[in-house]
């Protein structure tokens, strides 16, 4: 079975700061792998999707990679902003019914 | 407006109850998901739909039903409500089997007391 793994748990920076998140997968046999934001009490937004053709996607401030043979992906967020504060999740899709999630890592951005 | 709607958003109802949780997209995505998340376990599959009309259990099917009748909705039914159903359901859908990312809605967040 997938198993999902994302690292650190929980991470705290000031404000202006580039970081990364990193989610590491155990199957290479995926379609893609897909980057969700959940604030408290929230839905997930989905912030990027990487097909497992490619190797990163780019929206705005937020960069993901994907090395699907090594099994990892990371999410690089620039100049980190309070409202970047929440959980951020990734989960890759092996099959119609299979998502698979990985734990998660709260982030927060100190103003 | 597009997209993917869940109602009601807070629910609470009693043990033994029935309750239905409702789901509607506006895509016609083929794929239709329900999700439950629960602290320590996070998201778990409940149900799945292909089309309308077919539907097929996830890891966590045990005391849900589920029907799509139409291909925008795709409702949950807990046929008699225990306390631990109690948990924030999200319902998702996909546009296809392979490539396609998925879309979660708000969440219905449900107590049952």
């Known amino acids: 079975k997938q198993e999902v793994t994302q690292i650190p748990a929980a991470l705290s920076v000031p404000e202006g700061e580039n970081l990364v998140l990193n989610c590491s997968f155990t199957d290479s046999a995926i379609y893609n792998l897909q980057w969700f934001r959940q604030d408290p009490g929230k839905g997930l937004t989905s912030l990027l999707l990487?097909?497992?053709?490619?190797r990163e996607q780019t929206s705005g401030r937020l960069n993901a990679s994907l090395d699907k043979s090594s099994g990892r992906s990371t999410l690089y967020i620039a100049a980190s902003q309070p409202g970047d504060s929440a959980t951020y999740l990734c989960?890759?899709?092996?099959?119609?019914?299979?998502?698979?999630f990985g734990t998660g890592t709260r982030l927060t951005v100190i103003p | 407006d597009a997209g993917i709607t869940q109602s009601p958003r807070y629910k609470i109802t009693e043990t033994g109850r029935q309750v239905t949780l409702m789901c509607h997209q506006t895509w016609s995505h083929s794929y239709m998901f329900w999700y439950r998340q629960d602290l320590g376990h996070g998201l778990r599959l409940i149900y799945y739909?292909?089309?309308?009309?077919?539907?097929d259990k996830g890891e966590v099917p045990d005391g849900y039903v589920v029907s799509r009748s139409k291909t925008e909705n795709f409702p949950l039914t807990l046929e008699s409500a225990t306390r631990s159903q109690t948990s924030v359901y999200f319902c998702?859908?996909?546009?296809?089997?392979?490539?396609?990312?998925?879309?979660f809605g708000s969440g219905t967040r449900l107590t049952v007391v």
């Open positions: 990487i097909q497992s053709s490619q």
């Open positions: 998702a859908s996909s546009e296809s089997a392979g490539g396609g990312g998925y879309t």
């Open positions: 739909s292909a089309a309308a009309d077919i539907t």
């Open positions: 989960a890759v899709k092996t099959g119609a019914n299979n998502l698979f």
